[in-house]
């Protein structure tokens, strides 16, 4: 998404030029090109300038047959092998993965590398941690009883409260004071990842929330955050639901769906910020490589073409604005709807 | 396909990273603003209470006000107008008084000037007498050369003189 997004203005003026900075071979490898962007990689590529790739390497930490390894990204470059360690090419086993040969074998080392979505991760990480530290230090220096924030802090008290008021005091209850660290947690950290995914440019536009590991931490800590703190009446209902007895007996059928439910809340939870991520960054990404892949039905049809990408990739980019916020949204929401369901009290007879 | 399998590298990192934010954002970042905010509507909604409170005094303050000075205006009033009676009355005793002493003062004079002019009359009656006396004597030194004439003046005055007595 990078080059794309910002090969895309000259790109409409003169096509050739963007085109050779695409592909060394002259012609877009779509493949490559998306799953290059939304996928996960070693080194983080962040423009061709000229055919000279420009990608900061990073670290490789791997636990093979010889022990731990840690060395630079750089190393596996264009598919070279550095102390018996390479990156598996295409229609191999672990594709795109670090991998080991053992004799003929190929076997996958235990890999905790800093991969780009890992370093993505923590840019992202320290960003929101330094944000919101700012907007608490405010806090700090002032008597916040006699006055109330302006400018940034205000902005952040402002997200941080309607948060707060809005979704995880309405939709938890009573004591949501215990479950709102997590949940704004929750709710910030996906912005943030979010926004910066928008972003098309380093550090930004990693794919990381549009990464089913990423979504699937979030999911479980949910899981948990609503399965245990539960109380006695969430595990009545879902053992012993309030129904017709036959649909208890002999045949278990409620408490089946019942015990069904409590996964697939954080299972849909895991795949819905995944895919509308994943979904926003593929649009992007398909509406620029029209610029690229009319390069060759000439200058007219290029151009033409390349205008309405670019207008739709704006029009895609502010849509994505809004699902950043959005899915964030629903993430926090959906969660503290769930834990708000595991802490309800019995209704009075 | 790698898009749908979580990778257990990135798995690790999201964990350690993920907990540390939480552990950061969750002692220094989020509980500070929240209980920040909630602290100041506290302090909001109590000092909404105390304005409506104070002006609930007010209100019973001004109404007192009012009453005051209602009831001062009628203090005033009636003691403008006791004061304009006693103003009246001292007048009209002052008045009154004036015109008795006047009256006396009148009368007395009156008594006096009928008294001089007693003295007066007395005065000038009693100097004219000796006038006359002397005039009479002058006269009668001339005259009453002879001892008749003498005695028969002294007859004449003596009987004059008691005529005098009784009429008086």
């Known amino acids: 998404m990078a080059i794309a997004m910002v090969a895309a203005a000259p790109a409409a003026a003169i096509p050739a030029s963007s ?14 090109y998306l799953f290059g962007h939304i996928g996960d990689s070693y080194g983080w590529h962040v423009t061709t300038i000229n055919g000279h790739h420009v990608t900061i390497p990073l670290p490789v930490i791997v636990h093979g047959k010889s022990g731990w390894h840690v060395f630079s990204s750089s190393k596996l470059a264009h598919g070279e092998s550095y102390k018996g360690f390479r990156v598996a090419e295409d229609g191999e086993k672990y594709a795109g993965k670090v991998v080991e040969q053992v004799g003929s074998d190929i076997v996958k080392p235990f890999d905790i590398s800093i991969t780009k979505n ?13 944000l919101v530290l700012l907007g608490a230090r405010w806090y700090k220096k002032h008597d916040a009883r006699e006055e109330a924030p302006k400018g940034f802090a205000g902005i952040v008290e402002m997200m941080v409260m309607m948060v707060e008021e809005d979704i995880i005091k309405d939709c938890v209850g009573k004591d949501y004071k215990r479950y709102s660290p997590y949940l704004l947690t929750a709710f910030f950290f996906i912005f943030i990842n979010n926004l910066m995914g928008i972003v098309p440019f380093f550090p930004g536009g990693a794919n990381i929330t549009g990464n089913i590991a990423i979504t699937l ?9 609503v399965n245990l703190f539960g109380n006695k009446h969430y595990y009545k209902d879902i053992i012993w639901p309030e129904v017709p007895s036959w649909l208890k007996v002999p045949l278990p059928i409620m408490p089946l769906i019942e015990i069904i439910g409590v996964f697939t809340k954080p299972f849909s939870l895991m795949i819905r910020l995944f895919a509308n991520i994943l979904a926003g960054h593929i649009m992007i990404l398909g509406v620029v490589a029209v610029i690229f892949l009319t390069a060759k039905m000439g200058i007219a049809m290029n151009a033409g073409l390349s205008v309405i990408a670019v207008a739709f990739g704006i029009f895609l980019d502010v849509l994505e604005l809004l699902v950043a916020f959005l899915q964030a949204y629903v993430f926090t929401m959906l969660s503290s709807v769930f834990i708000g369901l595991s802490r309800q009290e019995p209704e009075a007879e | 396909m790698s898009l749908i399998t979580p990778d257990f590298g990135l798995l690790f990192w999201m964990t350690l990273i993920f907990a540390t934010v939480f552990f950061v954002l969750a002692k220094f970042g989020f509980p500070i603003i929240t209980g920040m905010v909630d602290e100041r509507n506290a302090r909001i909604s109590e000092s909404l209470r105390k304005a409506r ?20 205006r009628q203090e005033q009033a009636a003691i403008l107008k006791d004061a304009a009676q006693t103003r009246d009355a001292l007048i009209a005793q002052a008045k009154a008084q004036a015109s008795d002493e006047a009256a006396k003062i009148v009368s007395q004079a009156r008594t006096q000037i009928a008294a001089e ?19 009479a004597e002058k006269v009668m030194r001339t005259q009453l050369e002879s001892d008749k004439a003498q005695v028969e003046l002294v007859n004449r005055m003596v009987e004059e003189l008691s005529r005098n007595q009784k009429m008086n």
């Open chain 1, 118 to 130: 890992v370093f993505g991760l923590m840019v992202n990480s320290l960003v929101l941690v330094i």
């Open chain 1, 19 to 32: 085109h050779d900075a695409t592909e060394e071979s002259g012609e877009l490898d779509m493949h490559e």
């Open chain 2, 53 to 72: 409170e104070a002006e609930a005094a007010l209100n019973e303050l001004s109404v007192r006000q009012k009453e005051m000075i209602e009831q001062a």
């Open chain 1, 217 to 225: 931490f979030l999911a479980v800590c949910t899981f948990l955050a």
């Open chain 2, 117 to 135: 002019k007693e003295s007066a009359m007395a005065e000038v009656r009693s100097q004219l007498a000796e006038l006359s006396v002397a005039v």
